[in-house]
């Protein structure tokens, strides 16, 4: 089980970087940051893990696999209702998840939001601002998320930090709910795949937040 929670962790925050590099690119963050930052993340919380576990003897019974791939058809149109069928279901989500917060924002509700969220904002030194982007590329993942920040940056509501941190941030955790389930599938650690990767994203952008990077990057964008 400990080894599963350790490749798990590596597979939640260095997949699908190539996709996901030029989406936080897209929003101002160089790629070669992306990289650094998610596969360096990637191989020191896992190595973190790897060492805690050791330490304390956890997960060293066996992992229980809890999904068995079905076989796969050679049929094309099988395979074209399968994605279909996946499309329409993360549609659903996103739609869901959009109706909920302008459900908020219409009942006057999203101040509550901002105050629950302030904290955690304010440590990874992100404004109020990015409060949805952040939310929502948690939850349904990097691409969504990146996608309304970049939107909010073409309409002049997204500050030069929130749009580099942000991206930061949702690159070390992202998708939470989807990706975070599938692993569970592999018998990983929940407390390991989630817990100790959204403390270590947060302590991880909190420390970058306070670094005279981001104040020289935003002097050198607001010059030009």
């Known amino acids: 089980m400990a080894e599963m929670t350790v490749l798990g962790t590596l597979l939640l925050i260095g997949h ?20 650094s930052l998610r596969v360096a993340g990637a191989l020191v919380l896992a190595a973190i893990i790897h060492q805690v576990y050791s330490v304390f003897g956890w997960g060293q019974e066996m992992a229980t696999i809890s999904w068995r791939p079905e076989a796969a058809s050679d049929q094309w149109q099988v395979w074209m209702l399968a994605q279909g069928k996946t499309l329409l279901a ?3 989500v996103i739609t869901a998840l959009m109706l909920l917060l302008e459900l908020i924002k219409r009942l006057g509700l999203e101040g509550v939001l901002h105050w629950l969220l302030a904290p955690l904002l304010t440590t990874l030194g992100i404004g109020r601002a990015a409060t949805n982007v952040t939310v929502i590329g948690a939850t349904l993942g990097l691409s969504y998320g990146a996608g309304l920040l970049i939107r909010d940056l073409d309409r002049g509501v997204m500050s030069i930090r929130d749009s580099f941190l942000v991206p930061c941030f949702l690159g070390l955790c992202h998708s939470v709910i989807e990706d975070t389930l599938l692993i569970l599938l592999l018998d990983a650690d929940l407390w390991a795949i989630l817990g100790a990767r959204l403390i270590f994203a947060v302590g991880v952008i909190a420390l970058l937040a306070r670094t005279p990077f981001i104040q020289h990057l935003e002097q050198t964008k607001t010059s030009h």
């Open 90 to 92: 993360i549609l659903a």
């Open 16 to 35: 699908s970087l190539p996709v996901e590099g030029v989406v936080a690119k897209r929003a101002g963050v160089p790629w070669w940051i992306t990289l």
